[in-house]
T-cell receptor, first 112, second 114 residues
Framework: DVKVTQSSRYLVKRTGEKVFLECVQD?????MFWYRQDPGLGLRLIYF???????EKGDIPEGYSVSREKKERFSLILESASTNQTSMYLC???????????FGPGTRLLVL | AQSVTQPDIHITVSEGASLELRCNYS??????LFWYVQSPGQGLQLLLK??????LVQGIKGFEAEFKRSQSSFNLRKPSVHWSDAAEYFC????????????FGTGTRLQVFP
């Protein structure tokens, strides 16, 4: 079974802190994604990556950056956390187009 | 631009009753369509997907969905709901040449009464 793991299920940070959210997949998938999920808004794509060291902006990249140094790991970085970044963050991976995206369990981030 | 509409925010059904969750999409070409389910505290799991061929698609857990091009719809159905089906359901659309970028609907929360 494909497994996508996220480093934390719950995280509490203060405004202005630098926050790292880690995602690891164990199926050698090329593509990885970061979404945020908010009530009434569904899932919105923040960033995605087709390969190591490659990244592309999604629909809401402002205030975020990403890092993909190894194929299995995709990190989401909040350079200076703000309260409006309080949300559920979901990581996903897939082999290529037309294939299922496999999701991690999510990280619920609270920024105070 | 692509978009997905799930008009029902919250649906409540009795266990054993039939279920239909609505999904409408906006996309010029042939879309690739997905239904995902999110149980409480969990990530999303794929229920089924449509790329081409038979417009009635069978998925896991007894779910099915029908692609109707004329109505721009991809509604999810189940003939008899179980209490364990209580969850949030998301419809998503991908571009026919690149499904890496999916557009998700806002979700429908299903509540099941015994």
């Amino acid at each position: 079974d494909v497994k996508v793991t996220q480093s934390s299920r719950y995280l509490v940070k203060r405004t202005g802190e630098k926050v790292f959210l880690e995602c690891v997949q164990d199926m050698d998938h090329e593509n990885m994604f970061w979404y945020r999920q908010d009530p009434g808004l569904g899932l919105r794509l923040i960033y995605f990556s087709y390969d190591v060291k490659m990244k592309e902006k999604g629909d809401i990249p402002e205030g975020y950056s990403v890092s993909r140094e190894k194929k299995e790991r995709f990190s989401l970085i909040l350079e200076s956390a703000s309260t409006n970044q309080t949300s559920m963050y979901l990581c996903a991976s897939t082999t290529d187009s037309q294939e299922t995206q496999y999701f991690g369990p999510g990280t619920r981030l609270l920024v105070l | 631009a692509q978009s997905v509409t799930q008009p029902d925010i919250h649906i409540t059904v009795s266990e054993g009753a039939s279920l239909e969750l609505r999904c409408n999409y906006s996309y010029g070409a042939t879309p690739y369509l997905f239904w995902y389910v999110q149980s409480p505290g969990q990530g999303l799991q794929l229920l089924l997907k449509y790329f081409s061929g038979d417009t009635l698609v069978q998925g896991i857990k007894g779910f099915e969905a029908e692609f109707k091009r004329s109505q721009s719809s991809f509604n999810l159905r189940k003939p008899s709901v179980h209490w364990s089906d209580a969850a949030e359901y998301f419809c998503a659309v991908g571009q026919s040449y690149n499904t890496d970028k999916l557009i998700f609907g806002t979700g429908t929360r299903l509540q099941v009464f015994p």
